[in-house]
């Protein structure tokens, strides 16, 4: 007995001897977020800096530790704190008027409030701005327009600006969808991108720079705190960071990836899924039949996604959807499972299945001009969609434009 435990105590002593030695290597192989890079190698940064954090309920380590919490464990001078849509917590419904409040004796500024784009007065004393929020890859997903008005207000104040790298949920390889032309600029859609744009927040943070609001004369520091181990093809499973909902109606990567094509759906008199436990992964409304939409469907089906016949009824839910469509009445469509993310075109699927609901019920079925070509950033679809194009033709239309999009975003690409 005193054997067998004298060898096992000595067999642990090894284990854990090799495993120690074995620990940098695994280390540097690993995927990590730019947080996490940060904090390991690039703390320099922050010496005796005043720092405002552009941050959410998002702004996770890789071990899950809170990036506030971290940098003031770090005794980093952490003087003011922006919080985008949804708020400081994110468990607020979109478009909601979010005021000022604080956060461990820290001011917490609202950039959905009154003010989207920061003030001189919130950006006074500091010396450093640090943005890391998790998004979509998606234009009309506003943490990206709070991204131009943060990064905006630094150069215009002459406050140097880090971004810390996030994966893109919909990948770096997908771009897609119409570029936004001047006359719908808004703040669900602020600068000529198409609606996926294939791009992190820092490639895309170096585009808004160079592209729209530094002149040819004008010099700027941003740094973009690159991810460790992350390449393009990635999928989110494959980099083995855990999903924190960025919004209360994205619960799931399966959700963001519909979501490009899906969100096209709240500009019409169809639910989009809120007020229920899937939003965007199934639509319906009381006019419509499951089976009749998926006949028509599989026309433009493919081995990426499969759709089944539902019938759900939206409730008020409280920081979700508290007035949504059809509240309290059982609406028929169809729900959508991704079989394969990589190959999935969102914005393809939305444009078919508005077609489709068009062609089925040109009675009912309503277009809103206003957020429609908001969310599209043209008039273009709508107006495709209206005389009866095919979902080729509208497609086709913006080839060219995105084309060139792909051009520019080539230079700005980092992985």
């Known amino acids: 007995m005193s054997f067998n435990l004298k060898y096992f105590c000595t067999l642990l002593v090894i284990i854990s001897t090799f495993l120690n030695c074995q620990l940098p290597n ?42 506030l919490d971290t940098l ?4 980093v001078n952490v003087s003011a704190i922006f919080s985008p849509e949804h708020g400081f917590y994110g468990d607020l419904e979109r478009g909601k008027i979010i005021s000022n409040s604080e956060v461990e004796g820290i001011n917490v500024y609202s950039l959905h409030g009154n003010v989207k784009k920061p003030t001189k007065e919130m950006f006074e004393n500091l010396d450093l701005i640090i943005y890391d929020i998790q998004d979509l890859g998606v234009r ?27 994966p893109n949920p919909n990948g770096g390889l997908k771009v897609a969808g119409p570029v936004l032309q001047g006359d719908y600029r808004s703040f669900i859609g602020l600068t000529e991108i198409p609606i996926v744009y294939g791009m992190t927040s820092g490639e895309l943070a170096q585009l808004y720079l160079n592209e729209f609001i530094l002149n040819s ?5 941003l740094t973009v705190i690159r991810m460790q181990k992350w390449n393009r093809e990635m999928s989110w499973e494959e980099t083995g960071i855990k999903w924190n909902p960025p919004s209360p109606n994205i619960p799931d990567v399966g959700t963001a990836l519909v979501y490009p094509g899906i969100c096209l759906i709240e500009g019409t008199n169809i639910s989009e899924g809120r007020g229920t436990e899937k939003p965007f992964l199934q639509i319906g409304a009381p006019f419509v039949s ?19 016949p539902v019938a759900f009824k939206p409730e008020s839910i409280i920081g979700k959807a508290e007035n949504p469509k059809y509240q309290n009445e ?16 969102a914005v393809s699927f939305g444009v078919n299945l508005i077609y489709v609901l068009h062609k089925l019920y ?41 084309t060139y999009f792909k051009s520019i975003r080539e230079k700005y690409l980092l992985y």
């Open 330 to 345: 059982i609406c028929n469509g169809i729900s959508i499972k991704i079989v394969d993310g990589k190959k999935f075109d």
């Open 290 to 308: 499951s089976e009749k939409l998926i006949a028509e469907m599989k026309n433009f089906g493919d081995e990426s996604f499969e759709i089944y």
């Open 140 to 166: 009309f997903y506003t943490y990206v327009s709070t991204l131009y008005y943060v990064l905006e207000s630094a150069v215009k104040y002459n406050i140097p600006m880090i971004v810390l790298e996030r």
């Open 217 to 221: 004369n004008s010099m700027y520091k």
């Open 26 to 67: 695994n280390s540097e192989n690993q995927f990590k977020l730019g947080a996490d890079v940060l904090v390991e190698k690039h703390l320099n940064l922050l010496n005796d800096k005043k720092i405002g954090l552009v941050i959410n309920h998002t702004s996770f380590l890789s071990n899950s530790t809170y990036i």
């Open 362 to 402: 040109p009675d009912q079925f309503k277009l809103n001009k206003e957020h429609f070509d908001l969310l599209a950033g043209t008039d273009q679809i709508r107006n495709s969609i209206l005389n009866n194009h095919t979902p080729g033709y509208i497609i086709n239309s913006w080839e060219e434009e995105l």
């Open 72 to 75: 003031l464990s770090l005794k």
